[in-house]
């Protein structure tokens, strides 16, 4: 596997528009080699015999049904607001 460089972090930093020090620079391309070895490792796994997972645990709608219940009048709603417009609330233009 190829280790991530100093250029490389250069180059990603630059593209990020970071500026980072000469020990960031460092620690930052160790870090990012370990984080691509661990997962090349994990690449290498034989996954040939297990059965995807789409979710950790099984999951059920726990959301209540959907029921219509009466509402508000409308002309009650319109009836406290200051001022309508086109079947809306018309509010003061605040840009």
């Given at each position: 596997m190829m280790a991530i460089?100093?250029?490389d972090v250069e180059y990603i930093a630059h593209l990020?528009?970071?500026?980072?020090?000469?020990e960031e620079k460092?620690?930052?391309?160790?870090e990012?080699?370990?984080?691509?070895?661990?997962?090349?490792r994990l690449s290498k796994i034989n996954t040939d015999n297990v059965e995807p997972t789409y979710f950790a645990v099984?999951?059920?709608?726990?959301?209540?049904?959907?029921v219509i219940k009466p509402s508000i009048n409308r002309e009650d709603?319109?009836?406290?607001?200051?001022s309508i417009e086109n079947g809306g609330f018309k509010v003061p233009k605040i840009i």
């Open positions: 460089t100093i250029k990020s528009r970071l500026e980072i020090t000469e460092v620690q930052f391309a160790k990012l080699s370990d984080i691509l070895e661990h997962v090349n099984d999951t059920k709608n726990v959301y209540r049904e959907d709603v319109f009836a406290a607001a200051p």
